[in-house]
């Protein structure tokens, strides 16, 4: 048996052996409290890479829960940014982009773990599948169930009167009403996509150049399905292959239910404004203070005789919902 510092020295003497080749991936974490996880996050990507040539960058968005130290000691080998202040997701990527060298950018969510050689199969997908330009693979939750929330189909008019309405909630399976989630496809096949989600985004480094990387406006969610939208202008499409599965526990950076929704909200209300034809924009903008209306109201109802978990709903939908308007505004 080794000890553990035997451990550290073999596993330091392998990703030297590793990096001193020239790499061909820059994998970019984006931190925000999330020590444990993003350790986590680390130590399975080291552990499950072993074909890719790769290095890491760590940027920190200011956290106050000792990430940042925790990483430098147990990862000397990634470069580590302390940033400041929290500058969002889509800036530190950009930041972190703009100094990389490689061929590939690959973007990993901190509260993610690496299964099965997951980014090895990824990389080898996407040099098999040029044309596609943006990658991205299937993800589960820690009990091993299915995380939908790998990827997406682009908002339209039905598809907003649908989730404004309920028709997705009542049919989540069907693809018709819950055109978005592509109803109950449970990612397990190659297919073409309109979103790649962040929690691992593969792109050739020259293609996100091209593309600017992301747009700043987007401070948190929606940078993601903004840049796919307009690689999809240029001819890409965006691709998913199964065979790339990570652990994914989603919003882990995220303070507050209600904080989330309006983000989210305001993340959906630029995206209309941006990629829409401008004659659909106000029946968009219409549909999501619907979205708000109703489910604000439905929770309220609900709170009266529900338990803890209805009435900490209610108050998210109502903030969300008084907060209507600064997010029907967009970024």
């Given at each position: 048996?080794?000890?553990?510092?035997?451990?550290?020295?073999i596993?330091g003497?392998?990703?030297d052996?590793?990096?001193?080749?020239?790499?061909?991936?820059?994998?970019i974490?984006?931190?925000?409290?999330t020590?444990?996880?993003?350790?986590?996050?680390?130590?399975?990507?080291?552990?499950?890479?072993?074909?890719?040539?790769?290095?890491?960058?760590?940027?920190?968005?200011?956290?106050?829960?000792?990430?940042?130290?925790a990483?430098?000691?147990?990862?000397?080998?990634?470069?580590?940014?302390r940033?400041?202040?929290?500058?969002?997701?889509?800036?530190?990527?950009?930041?972190?982009?703009?100094?990389a060298?490689t061929?590939?950018?690959?973007?990993?969510?901190?509260?993610?773990?690496?299964?099965?050689?997951a980014?090895?199969?990824?990389?080898?997908?996407?040099?098999?599948?040029?044309?596609?330009?943006?990658y991205?693979?299937?993800?589960?939750?820690?009990?091993?169930?299915?995380?939908?929330?790998?990827?997406?189909?682009?908002?339209?008019?039905?598809?907003?009167?649908?989730?404004?309405?309920?028709?997705?909630?009542?049919?989540p399976?069907s693809?018709?009403?819950n055109?978005?989630?592509m109803?109950?496809?449970?990612?397990d096949t190659?297919?073409?996509?309109?979103?790649?989600?962040?929690?691992l985004?593969l792109?050739?480094?020259?293609?996100?150049?091209?593309?600017?990387?992301?747009?700043?406006?987007?401070?948190?969610?929606?940078?993601?399905?903004?840049?796919?939208?307009?690689?999809?202008?240029?001819?890409?499409?965006?691709?998913?292959?199964?065979?790339?599965?990570?652990?994914?526990?989603?919003?882990?950076?995220?303070?507050?239910?209600?904080?989330?929704?309006v983000?989210l909200?305001?993340?959906?209300?630029?995206?209309?404004r941006?990629?829409?034809?401008?004659?659909?924009?106000?029946?968009?903008?219409?549909?999501?203070?619907?979205?708000?209306?109703?489910?604000?109201?439905?929770?309220q109802?609900?709170?009266?005789?529900?338990?803890?978990?209805?009435?900490?709903?209610?108050?998210?939908?109502?903030?969300?919902?008084?907060?209507?308007?600064?997010w029907?505004?967009?970024?």
């Amino acid at each position: 048996m080794f000890d553990l510092a035997q451990k550290l020295h073999i596993r330091g003497v392998m990703q030297d052996e590793m990096t001193s080749a020239k790499s061909d991936l820059t994998v970019i974490v984006v931190s925000y409290n999330t020590c444990a996880l993003t350790l986590a996050a680390l130590r399975t990507l080291f552990a499950q890479t072993q074909d890719t040539p790769f290095k890491v960058v760590v940027f920190d968005n200011a956290s106050s829960d000792g990430s940042a130290d925790a990483i430098a000691e147990d990862f000397p080998e990634v470069e580590l940014i302390r940033s400041e202040e929290n500058v969002g997701f889509a800036r530190a990527n950009n930041i972190v982009a703009a100094a990389a060298e490689t061929e590939w950018l690959l973007l990993l969510n901190p509260d993610t773990e690496v299964h099965d050689r997951a980014i090895d199969k990824l990389m080898a997908f996407a040099r098999a599948h040029p044309d596609a330009g943006i990658y991205g693979g299937r993800t589960v939750f820690p009990d091993g169930s299915l995380n939908i929330a790998s990827c997406w189909m682009r908002m339209t008019p039905w598809s907003v009167f649908c989730m404004a309405f309920g028709l997705t909630a009542l049919a989540p399976r069907s693809e018709f009403f819950n055109p978005e989630a592509m109803g109950g496809w449970q990612r397990d096949t190659v297919r073409e996509v309109d979103i790649v989600v962040g929690c691992l985004f593969l792109i050739r480094r020259e293609l996100w150049n091209r593309l600017g990387g992301f747009d700043l406006r987007y401070f948190m969610y929606g940078e993601e399905s903004d840049l796919c939208l307009r690689a999809a202008r240029i001819g890409c499409r965006p691709v998913i292959t199964p065979d790339a599965e990570i652990m994914h526990i989603v919003g882990a950076a995220s303070k507050t239910l209600g904080r989330k929704l309006v983000l989210l909200a305001k993340a959906r209300s630029t995206l209309i404004r941006d990629h829409w034809a401008p004659a659909w924009v106000p029946f968009g903008m219409a549909m999501m203070w619907s979205w708000a209306a109703i489910r604000a109201a439905a929770f309220q109802c609900l709170a009266l005789a529900g338990g803890e978990k209805v009435r900490a709903k209610a108050a998210a939908w109502s903030e969300t919902w008084h907060a209507r308007h600064d997010w029907l505004k967009g970024y």
